[in-house]
């Protein structure tokens, strides 16, 4: 587990232009964050946020992802399944389970089983470059041990064209 997530790690940092001290790949991934929000002097939890965002600009997770729904709200209420899909492709990582409610207000909340802070700051990445993939213009706050999020919009701007093939995206 430690060498994928490392990996994925240090592809973002060095994508993102973020020297890292001597012997920084020795470290764990909370480690490496650590040590590259110290250099860059922002919080661990936006570095995360961050990482999750640039998560979805690796063409084969952003494939999963789109296909996952045909527009942003649909996405957000299949987020429950993302644990399982990323069981099929690893199933060393330690991830939570996300439960999903929506108030009456049309509020959608998720919450997270364990490891909140972590996959509160991802996740926040995550939807946010999601959101506009899709095109919906959208609000998402961290709040109590997850997330809250607010979609204005839905149809705010043309969404990417999504293909399940990338080589019909070539043509």
Known sequence: MNDLVSRAIERFLAEESVPLQAGAENLDPAGMLHDAARRLDKPVDELVE???????????????????GQ?????????EELPDR??????????????????????????FSHGQA???????????????????????TPRDGGLCVDISDSAFATGRTFHLSPRIQAS
């Open 50 to 68: 961050d990482l999750g965002a640039w998560l979805v600009r690796q063409d084969e997770i952003w494939r999963l992802l789109r296909f996952c």
């Open 71 to 79: 527009d942003f709200l649909d996405f957000l209420l299949r987020l």
């Open 86 to 111: 990323i069981r099929l492709v690893t199933d060393d990582l330690d991830i939570p389970e996300i439960g999903l409610s929506r108030s009456d207000d049309s509020l959608l909340w998720i919450s």
């Open 118 to 140: 972590v996959w509160t700051a991802l996740l926040s990445g995550l939807l946010r470059a999601m959101a506009d993939d899709y095109g919906a213009l959208c609000v998402i």
